[in-house]
């Protein structure tokens, strides 16, 4: 496998001076663009860009019609497949591929579908997009001729140039093969170069040299008409790698992929949450204050933290050396090995929670951060077991009996269970963000906390700093 150098930040090939037709091509390629978009989001922080749309944690046809006729340009569908096995991924799959087609034959409305999946390239790929791609095919006729990837996502400090994504960290560029991210034990890769990496996720099936690669040059040099070409020539859902480091470049290619599907061409995307704001004509909006998030409750908010990636390590160490006025417990999730060790664990941090939420003061929960990885278990077995302990864990937030200021979790497969499983959301509104990268849902009124505002914090996102500064502004500090 090839391998990359780890590059100064500075090498980013930022433009000097945007032009104005970028911005003009891209808005003109929008007001043409007609078809419903549809993220379907492996955890809950595909919305980290975006702002006044609906986000749906479930797929019931009912909720499918729902989401053709809300209004929205874009909307989101919470699948969570992140934390599935490959089993159920396929089945979910299918059931939203056959529900799709049977909304948007209902409501007469065009779609365009948007697979949005980790940035650092982790997830159930190419098998979500593949199934989707497949039952599409068989109950509409619709064929797809490309599939697009791409993993951009600037706030969260990932760029791809010269076809190799790179993941910021600190003042570095590191080739996303030699990040943790690429050492995930269910979702792990080697390749760095996005054409490598789609011939190794697909076993071979796709050929790096098959790839078609959109050129940051030519994205600079705003030539659509060569863009849209190669795209025109995508058959056989060839997978298309694009180039970029900046939003500018998206919009370029936006405007070549509009004149593309004018052309007849169909894709499906997947991609990080960069591409959603793009595609779905969202503007720009300041970060959250605490006005905007905070109603005045005379009790304390709790912090969640369940990612082990190594940031939120980092983070909550910030956090806990802050000197903010925060009352800390650990969850021993070594217990996942005992019988009952986990309820007993769950019964003795709530009473805990509780008891200072309810004298004013904020809690932060976080799960041991040795990571338990027994090598007896295979990749499945080791989800089952991250999933058991993650329901544990937010279970405490599901049996809170006093309603906290505010709710943070940190960590994807962490804050989508507090969001369906905990606080039992079936619609929710992006109110932003409250840091870049790190969205705000406003819970919908059959929740158990109803209009809360709750803060969903990646695992891999963010400063050393971040954690603290969000729950600062939280807690007016």
């Not at 990612?307 to 999730?333: C, M």
């Not at 338990?372 to 302990?389: G, T």
Request: charged share 25%; net charge negative; glycine share 8%.
């Amino acid at each position: 496998m090839k391998t990359y150098p780890t590059l100064p930040l500075a090498d980013l090939p930022l433009w000097r001076d945007v032009p104005a037709a970028v911005e003009t091509m891209c808005r003109e390629a929008l007001a043409s663009f007609d078809r419903k978009v549809i993220a379907l989001d492996d955890d809950p922080t595909g919305i980290q860009t975006v702002h006044g749309v609906n986000v749906y944690t479930d797929w019931t046809q009912e909720r499918l019609l729902d989401c053709f006729r809300d209004g929205n340009s874009i909307s989101f569908i919470l699948t969570n497949s992140r934390s599935f096995t490959a089993a159920q991924t396929e089945i979910v799959h299918r059931e939203i591929a056959e529900r799709v087609c049977r909304a948007a034959t209902k409501t007469g409305r065009d779609y365009v579908l948007i697979s949005r999946g980790d940035s650092t390239m982790r997830g159930h790929w190419p098998l979500e997009t593949q199934t989707l791609a497949e039952r599409i095919e068989q109950e509409s006729g619709r064929r797809f001729d490309g599939e697009v990837i791409l993993p951009f996502f600037k706030e969260g400090g990932r760029f791809t140039f010269g076809n190799v994504h790179y993941v910021k960290d600190g003042e570095t560029l590191v080739p996303a093969g030699e990040t943790e991210f690429a050492k995930d034990a269910t979702f792990g890769y080697t390749a760095s170069g996005l054409d490598d990496w789609c011939e190794e996720k697909t076993g071979g099936t796709c050929r790096a040299e098959d790839c078609i690669c959109i050129a940051l040059e030519d994205i600079r040099a705003l030539d659509v008409e060569k863009i849209a070409a190669q795209l025109i020539g995508a058959k056989n859902f060839a997978k298309v790698i694009v180039n970029a480091v900046c939003y500018e470049d998206l919009k370029v290619f936006c405007a070549a992929y509009v004149k593309a599907l004018a052309a007849g061409k169909e894709f499906l995307f997947r991609t990080a949450a960069g591409w959603t704001k793009i595609l779905g004509g969202i503007s720009d909006k300041p970060l959250l204050t605490r006005d905007e998030l905070i109603s005045g409750s005379a009790y304390g908010g709790i912090v969640l933290v369940g990612s082990h990636v190594n940031k939120t390590t980092l983070q909550l160490q910030h956090l806990r050396e802050s000197g903010l006025p925060i009352h800390f417990e650990e969850f021993d999730a070594t217990l996942v090995a005992e019988d009952g060790g986990l309820e007993r664990e769950v019964a003795r941090v709530i009473a805990i929670a509780e008891a200072r939420i309810q004298k004013g003061e904020s809690v932060g929960v976080y799960t041991t951060r040795k990571r338990i990885d027994p090598a007896h278990l295979n990749s499945e077995q080791r989800l089952q077991m991250s999933v058991a302990i993650s329901d544990a864990v937010t279970s405490i937030i599901g049996k809170l009996t006093v309603r906290p200021a505010f709710i943070v979790a940190k960590g994807g497969i962490t804050s989508s269970d507090v969001g369906v499983k905990a606080l039992q959301v079936k619609k929710a509104k992006v109110m932003g963000q409250i840091m870049p990268g790190i969205p705000v849902w406003m819970t919908g009124a059959e929740s158990k906390f109803p209009d809360m505002p709750y803060v969903i914090f990646p695992g891999n996102v963010g400063e050393v700093r971040t954690l603290t500064d969000v729950v600062r502004v939280l807690m007016g500090e």
